[in-house]
């Protein structure tokens, strides 16, 4: 199946081992993906730029979308939470309001392009659960996960608002992470914090009470018997993989709970080599991860 496919500015930058397993997991699961990146789209924004200009970062996303529209592939795959929360929310402004669209349209005249309302950005995490489901995703599993147990970490742009995410519409989005964990033959250690921050927005305005909220997360997951922690979302990644260190240090105490993208986990279960998912990109070895799982690091 062909699709569209925005992987997202992080995927390829502060986590480029994100970008290379989330196209070969796709490709096995049958996804021919059609990278917008390349045809001219641009960053969504990430919110940042939201809170500073909103109608600009709807402009940028409405680029996106009629660049998709134009290659009649309205469904666009993300593997980025932020980005798809962030379109999902540019979607939603334009589409219920036929006044404001005609305003962003205005900016694209000049490309002669138009976002007629049809795209339909979608997590990889969501066309699973929606698109293949479980038991088709169990017969690409190679290598079980028996045995490993695993603390889901949504963060906020995937979770929140739940109206522009339709959560309502598809209620099996808010569990999908458990299930497609599941599937793959792990075990789910549910905690608290897995739909809260991560504490990437504020790293750069308070870092302390950033590591703080990654030492919370990571050493309750920890402490309820988790292996690794799974991630859709690269910033919530680099946040509670890269600033772990800072947290053992704020914590003092001994955490290193891996922390895997959803995609790295996929690999896993359909029997990649752990190399060709970047699993040795990270900053907390997941080489613990794989010996659980009986496979050469």
């Known amino acids: ?3 569209a496919f925005w992987p997202g500015c992080v995927s390829r930058g502060g986590c480029p081992e994100l970008y290379p397993a989330a196209k070969k997991v796709a490709a096995q699961l049958g996804y021919e993906l059609d990278e917008l990146q390349e045809r001219g789209a641009t960053c969504t924004g990430a919110g940042v730029l939201q809170e500073k200009n909103q109608f600009l970062g709807d402009v940028l996303n409405a680029r996106t979308f ?3 529209e134009k290659i009649n592939l309205p469904d666009i795959m993300t593997i980025c939470s932020t980005c798809q929360g962030v379109m999902s929310q540019a979607n ?6 036929p ?3 005609a305003k962003v349209n205005e900016q694209l005249q000049e490309e002669g392009l138009q976002y007629k309302g049809t795209a339909n950005p979608r997590h990889l995490l969501w066309m699973i659960v929606e698109d293949i489901g479980m038991d088709k995703l169990k017969t690409y599993v190679r290598r079980p996960l028996k045995g490993l ?3 889901p970490f949504y963060g906020c742009y995937i979770v929140r608002p739940s109206g522009s995410l339709e ?4 209620p099996e989005r808010e569990d999908s992470l458990e299930r497609v964990m599941e599937a793959l033959g792990a075990e789910v250690v549910d905690f608290p914090g897995k739909t809260r921050c991560c504490g990437f927005p504020i790293l750069t305005i308070n870092e302390r009470n950033s590591v703080q909220m990654v030492v919370n997360h990571t050493t309750d997951a920890k402490d309820r018997g988790a292996d690794a922690m799974v991630t859709p979302c690269p910033l919530c990644h680099l946040n509670l993989d890269g600033y772990q260190p800072s947290a053992m240090l704020q914590a003092n105490r001994e955490i290193n709970l891996p922390i895997i993208h959803l995609p790295q986990l996929l690999g896993l279960a359909m029997g990649f080599d752990p190399q060709d998912m970047g699993l040795k990109r990270h900053i907390i070895s997941a080489k613990k991860v794989l010996t659980k799982l009986q496979v050469a690091a």
């Open 66 to 68: 009629a660049i998709a």
């Open 167 to 170: 959560l309502k519409l598809h």
């Open 99 to 101: 006044d404001y669209l």
């Open 1 to 3: 199946m062909k699709i």
């Open 149 to 151: 147990r695993l603390a």
């Open 92 to 97: 939603k402004r334009m589409k219920s309001n």
